[in-house]
């Protein structure tokens, strides 16, 4: 894999930007797709409404032609968590020895399905990776320093992927993990929404901190039951992309969780990949029964309207128990 080789990106928001944006450093030949013409237009003018201060570049061939597909050798999904299938079956269809790397972070549905176990089902030939890691789009796009991993099951791929990056402010980390890297980049949007609601309630940085930390817990039990690694919950797809969108106003999830705080009876406040991903990891940690107190705190004030004052009682009056459990 060269800087030769075509790539394009699925999606012309701001995280397909942002990657071709990185990408463009290396002297990479990529392309957008996107399917609205006005903003074909606009990006191939360099005018970005996604990071206005920036004009994009003109080595990124911006287009609406779906066409295209067919000459990729490597197609990165950039659309929102609920288009990933149908993007990654349109992209097959058109270019079947096409390999794939989806970067949307979430479940396929709310039994706690994996997008890669989905796609590794339907083609099993298929080489794809995940994208995931510590990384807001509009901080990539300045050229800001950042880090991520690539997991993938074919270590070529991904240390090529990797090598890709080499010369852009992205940094890529090979993982073998892809089910660790899967499960990270869904469930940390729970607790992102879960320290927005700490915030918005005033609990202090005390329970944030809490939060934070023991849903690195959490996310572990759930990584290992699913079939993945612990130490991913450890890494940069865990506790790296944990601490970013806990710890940051510019997260979508917990601004989510801070203005719901601030006003529950608000139906207006915009829903977030966090919501979706709430109910799939309560479904997980019912059906095996993991030991979730966050998870399910948030759930419960969230879905069943249960007082924080309750919630937090419960969660100080657990039993007394070790910190990690092998």
């Known amino acids: 894999m060269t800087t030769s080789d075509k790539i394009i990106f699925y999606g012309g928001g701001a995280w397909g930007q942002a990657l071709a944006i990185a990408l463009s450093n290396c002297n990479a030949k990529s392309s957008i797709l996107v399917s609205d013409k006005k903003r074909m237009e606009s990006l191939n003018n360099g005018i970005t409404k996604c990071f206005p201060d920036i004009i994009f570049p003109k080595n990124i061939y911006v287009s ?6 067919r000459e990729a050798d490597i197609v990165f999904i950039t659309t929102q968590s609920f288009r990933v299938q149908d993007a990654v079956n349109e992209v097959i269809s ?19 399905e994996l997008f890669s176990e989905i796609i590794s089902k339907k083609y099993p030939n298929l080489t794809y990776g995940i994208l995931t890691g510590p990384t807001f789009a509009s901080e990539v796009a300045k050229n800001l320093p950042s880090a991520a991993i690539i997991a993938s099951d074919s270590e070529i791929f991904s240390k090529n992927v990797s090598t890709l990056f080499s010369n852009s402010c992205l940094r890529l980390y090979p993982s073998d993990d892809v089910i660790g890297a899967s499960v990270s ?6 607790f992102a929404i879960g320290t927005g609601i700490s915030d918005g309630l005033k609990l202090g940085e005390n329970a944030k901190s809490a939060i934070i930390t023991r849903g690195i817990a959490e996310l572990s039990q759930i990584i290992l039951k699913l ?6 919950a450890f890494g940069l797809a865990g506790i790296g992309d944990m601490f970013l969108t806990c710890s940051s106003p510019t997260s979508r999830n917990m601004k989510y ?42 759930f419960d004030y969230i879905y069943n309207n249960k007082s924080i004052d309750k919630i937090i009682l419960c969660l100080l009056n657990r039993p007394i128990g070790i910190e990690f459990k092998n």
């Not at 949307?104 to 709310?110: P, Q």
């Not at 529950?264 to 829903?271: E, S």
């Open 64 to 69: 609406n032609d779906k066409s295209i597909l």
């Open 94 to 112: 058109s270019n079947p020895n096409v390999k794939i790397i989806l970067t949307s972070k979430g479940f396929a549905n709310d039994k706690g």
């Open 185 to 190: 980049g869904a469930i940390k949007n729970i």
């Open 227 to 232: 079939g993945g690694k612990k130490e991913t």
């Open 257 to 298: 969780g801070l203005d719901l705080a601030q006003n529950k009876n608000n139906k207006n406040i915009p829903l977030v990949e966090g919501l979706y991903a709430l109910k799939s990891a309560k479904y997980l940690s019912d059906l095996y029964k993991l030991d979730t107190p966050i998870i399910n705190s948030i």
